[in-house]
């Protein structure tokens, strides 16, 4: 198994990823740390405001982990983009 570090957004958005190796080589296997290096690198402001969360997800592979990620795009789209009818409640 692997451990994968996921940077999502405040709108829970699935943005950059590090595994295990490039989280302990680029940001001392610090999460926090690459949180803070993700927020820069998105924010034109001066100041490096953090918005989000770094989750930690296991997988036994990559494909399983971008099968993840697709199936949360689904349900985001399928909820937002009112696929099922939906109708208002009369109280």
């Known amino acids: 198994m692997m451990k994968y570090y ?5 709108y829970g958005h699935a943005g950059q990823i590090a595994n295990e190796q490039e989280l302990a080589q680029k940001y001392h296997n610090d999460p926090q740390e690459f949180l803070q290096a993700v927020c820069g690198s998105l924010s034109n402001e001066k100041e490096n ?4 969360h ?4 296991r997988f036994d ?14 349900e985001i789209i399928g909820f937002y983009g009112c696929r099922s009818e939906s109708r208002p409640y009369n109280f």
Not at 54 to 57: A, D, E, I, N
Not at 61 to 74: A, I, P, Q, W
């Open 49 to 52: 405001h953090t918005t989000g």
């Open 6 to 10: 996921v940077y999502f957004d405040a």
């Open 61 to 74: 592979s990559e494909e399983e982990l971008k099968n993840y990620l697709e199936s949360l795009g689904e």
């Open 54 to 57: 770094v989750g930690t997800l």
